[in-house]
């Protein structure tokens, strides 16, 4: 049995065709963070740095997730299903739609 080990990803959150205000985006990445957040201690119970990232015009979130030691495959799985399933849900319950969450390794 081979296990992987996960220690950062890239999380990328966006919208099309939204026309946000400066001040709607900044509530969402409030919301976003206060979801990421919880998901971690529920999961995987270590501490985590968000270091933020540049964003283009659709994008709400976007930042580097950094654990303060690795995750195994399962925990890094978990994680990110669960950020998917919790972060569409309050987005569609806020009234927006094409929502698109991306992962990339780091």
Same mark, same amino acid.
């Given at each position: 049995?081979?296990?992987?080990?996960?220690?950062?990803l890239?999380?990328?959150?966006?919208?099309?065709?939204?026309? +946000?205000? @400066?001040? *709607?985006?900044?509530?969402l990445?409030?919301? &976003?963070?206060?979801? %990421?957040?919880?998901?971690?201690?529920?999961?995987?119970?270590?501490?985590?740095?968000?270091?933020?990232?540049?964003?283009?015009?659709?994008?709400?979130?976007h930042?580097?997730i950094?654990?303060?030691?690795? +995750?195994? @495959?399962? *925990?890094?799985?978990?994680?990110?299903?669960? &950020?998917?399933?919790? %972060?569409?849900?309050?987005?569609?319950?806020?009234?927006?739609?094409?929502?698109?969450?991306?992962y990339?390794?780091?």
């Open positions: 049995m081979v296990f992987v080990i996960k220690t950062g890239e999380l990328l959150i966006t919208i099309e065709n939204s026309d +946000l205000t @400066e001040r *709607e985006e900044t509530f990445e409030v919301l &976003i963070l206060n979801i %990421v957040s919880p998901v971690n201690a529920q999961i995987s119970g270590v501490g985590m740095v968000f270091n933020p990232l540049p964003k283009n015009k659709d994008d709400v979130f930042c580097n950094f654990w303060e030691k690795s +995750l195994d @495959e399962i *925990e890094y799985k978990e994680f990110k299903n669960t &950020i998917d399933k919790r %972060v569409k849900v309050a987005l569609k319950m806020a009234g927006l739609s094409n929502i698109d969450i991306q990339r390794e780091s």
